[in-house]
C-alpha cells in the first residue's frame, strides 16, 4: 500500500505570496493518478487537480500540479484570502485511494 | 445541479450498527465509482470503501468485514452498513463521486454525516 507523506505540514504565508506544497509517495504507482483537495473548517473538500496537473472545472489557473514518480508539488502562485485552508494529496491504485496527511496554509 | 446528500449518521454504543445514505440527484450513482470517505475530529481524511458502476465494492483494511457498501439504482442512493462500530470510527462520513473525466479523482462531495461511537 502505498503512503503518501506531505511536507511542510504548516506553511505560514501572506496574501499574495507563493505557496509549494510537496507530496511525496513512498513506491511509484505507475500512473499518473495524484490529485489535490482543499479543504475549509467545516467544508468538505473540494478537487482542485486531477492527473497530477490537470486542473478541474472553475479552478483558478494560479493553482498548478506538477510532479512525476514518488514526487508531486501544488504551487499556489500568488494566495489569495480564500486560499487559506487544508490541502490534501490522493493517490489511486489498484481500487483503493490514499490520501496524505495534510498542509496547512496559514496567514503569517 | 449535480449533489450528494448525506444522512443516518448519529450516536450510537460500541459494537451497534448504523446505515449512512447518500442521495445523488444531477447524475447516476450506477454510472460512476462512488465512495465513501471519513475524517475523524480533527484528522486528515481516510478512503473507506468504493463500489464500481459494475457492481465490485472493495474497502480499506479498517473497514474489512464490518462494513459493507452497496446502492439502490432505483432510488440513486449509496448506503454504507457499519456493524461492529468502535471508538475510532467516530467521524464525518462524506460519498464522493469519481468523475467520468476526472482520472480516478473524487469531484463531487456531499457535506457529511456525523457518527460518534460512544457509550
Known amino acids: 500500500e502505498i503512503v503518501l507523506t506531505q511536507s511542510p505540514g504548516t506553511l505560514s504565508l501572506s496574501p499574495g505570496e507563493r505557496a509549494t506544497l510537496s507530496c511525496r509517495a513512498s513506491?511509484?504507482?505507475?500512473?499518473?493518478?495524484l490529485a489535490w483537495y482543499q479543504q475549509k473548517p467545516g467544508q468538505a473538500p473540494r478537487l482542485l487537480i486531477y492527473?497530477?496537473?490537470s486542473r478541474a472545472t472553475g479552478i483558478p489557473d494560479r493553482f498548478s500540479g506538477g510532479g512525476s514518480g514518488t514526487d508531486f508539488t501544488l504551487t499556489i502562485s500568488r494566495l489569495e484570502p480564500e486560499d487559506f485552508a487544508v490541502y490534501y494529496c490522493?493517490?489511486?491504485?489498484?481500487?483503493?485511494?490514499?490520501f496524505g496527511q495534510g498542509t496547512k496554509v496559514e496567514i503569517k | 445541479d449535480v449533489q450528494l446528500v448525506e444522512s443516518g449518521g448519529g450516536l450510537v454504543q460500541p459494537g451497534g450498527s448504523l446505515r449512512l445514505f447518500c442521495a445523488a440527484s444531477?447524475?447516476?450513482?450506477?454510472?460512476?465509482?462512488m465512495n465513501w470517505v471519513r475524517q475523524a475530529p480533527g484528522k486528515g481524511l481516510e478512503w473507506v470503501s468504493v463500489?464500481?458502476?459494475?457492481?465490485?465494492?472493495y474497502y480499506a483494511d479498517s473497514a474489512k468485514g464490518r462494513f459493507a457498501i452497496s446502492r439502490d439504482n432505483s432510488k440513486n442512493t449509496l448506503y454504507l452498513q457499519m456493524n461492529n462500530l468502535r471508538a475510532e470510527d467516530t467521524a464525518v462520513y462524506y460519498c464522493?463521486?469519481?468523475?467520468?473525466?476526472?482520472?480516478?479523482?473524487?469531484?463531487?462531495w456531499g457535506q457529511g454525516t456525523t457518527v460518534t461511537v460512544s457509550s
Open positions: 444531477g447524475f447516476t450513482v450506477s454510472n460512476n465509482y
Open positions: 464522493a463521486r469519481v468523475g467520468t473525466w476526472s482520472r480516478y479523482a473524487m469531484d463531487v
Open positions: 490522493q493517490q489511486y491504485g489498484t481500487s483503493l485511494w490514499t
Open positions: 513506491q511509484i504507482s505507475g500512473n499518473s493518478y
Open positions: 463500489i464500481h458502476n459494475n457492481g465490485g465494492t
Open positions: 492527473d497530477t496537473s
